[in-house]
């Protein structure tokens, strides 16, 4: 079992910056993508961010694109997003989800979410 925790969010300034940390612990096999989604306020879960386990091909949707890095930064088992120059229409609470590949069976974890708060 794979648990997820994720950290770093906050209540900023618009143009501010965070970055999301979202560790897995527990008893892990091979991790094969991460992804950070966020949900806003009244609004629906939407993708953000994904990366294979390696750090290999980082994906961002278009809304974050040139604003937001998604990375692994070589570390087995976590991953990142740092958000710059951030908007209050960034405000939502944001969850990492990672799939796992166990026994030849594809599992899906996900964190209990950080709140990101865009407001001056």
């Known amino acids: 079992q794979v648990q997820l925790v994720e950290s770093g969010g906050g209540l900023v300034q618009p143009g501010g910056s965070l970055r999301l940390s979202c560790i897995a612990s527990?008893?892990?096999?091979?991790?094969?993508?991460w992804r950070w989604y966020r949900r806003a306020p009244g609004k629906q879960r939407d993708l953000v961010a994904t990366?294979?386990?390696?750090?290999?091909?980082?994906y961002l949707v278009n809304p974050v694109k040139g604003r937001f890095t998604i990375s692994t930064d070589n570390a087995p088992n976590a991953v990142y997003l740092q958000m710059n120059s951030l908007r209050p229409e960034d405000t939502a609470d944001y969850s990492c989800?990672?799939?796992?590949?166990?026994?030849?069976?594809?599992?899906?974890?996900w964190g209990q979410g950080t709140q990101v708060i865009v407001s001056s």
């Open positions: 989800y990672v799939t796992e590949l166990r026994d030849g069976v594809l599992r899906e974890y």
């Open positions: 990366v294979k386990a390696g750090g290999d091909h980082p």
């Open positions: 527990g008893t892990i096999s091979r991790l094969k993508e």
